[in-house]
């Protein structure tokens, strides 16, 4: 019998999007993530920590792909390290619309309180703080 492998952490995930300039605008504006250009196909990512998002223009997916990828099917939370209150304040000066929170949810390690809003694509984006123990 075997045993199923120890899975530590997650290097990345993929959005598709109709618009990867404008995306990559969005997400470095907003949440201060760096664009990467990569491989010999000049594919992009936004590197946000020890992370990254790899995109992929709809329509034009990079093999292999999900089964059914389509811009705005992405829900995901994000964790940072500064007060809900000033991610607040940033995301209304940048014009972005809070559609719920701060509410308080659970994450993968306990409490944390999040903040939710859309990125170009409709992708829910959730931005969290682990409640100080």
């Excluded at 010999?40 to 709809?58: D, E, M, Q, S």
């Excluded at 329509?59 to 940072?80: H, I, N, Q």
């Excluded at 940033?90 to 903040?115: D, F, K, W, Y």
């Amino acid at each position: 019998m075997t045993s199923p492998p120890q899975i530590e952490r997650v290097d990345h995930f993929v959005l598709t999007v109709r618009d990867i300039e404008k995306t990559c605008e969005f997400y470095s504006r907003v949440l201060g993530m760096k664009v990467h250009e990569f491989g010999p196909l000049k594919r992009k990512a936004l590197h946000f920590g020890t992370n990254k998002i790899n995109l992929h223009p709809a329509g034009r997916e990079y093999e292999p792909k999900a089964a059914r990828p389509s811009p705005g099917s992405g829900d995901f939370c994000l964790v940072t390290t500064t007060p809900l209150h000033e991610v607040a304040a940033h995301l209304e000066a940048q014009g972005v619309t809070i559609e719920e929170g701060p509410a308080p949810r659970t994450g993968a390690l306990g409490a944390i309180q999040s903040l939710y809003f859309r990125d170009p694509d409709g992708n829910l984006v959730e931005v969290s703080t682990y409640s100080a123990a």
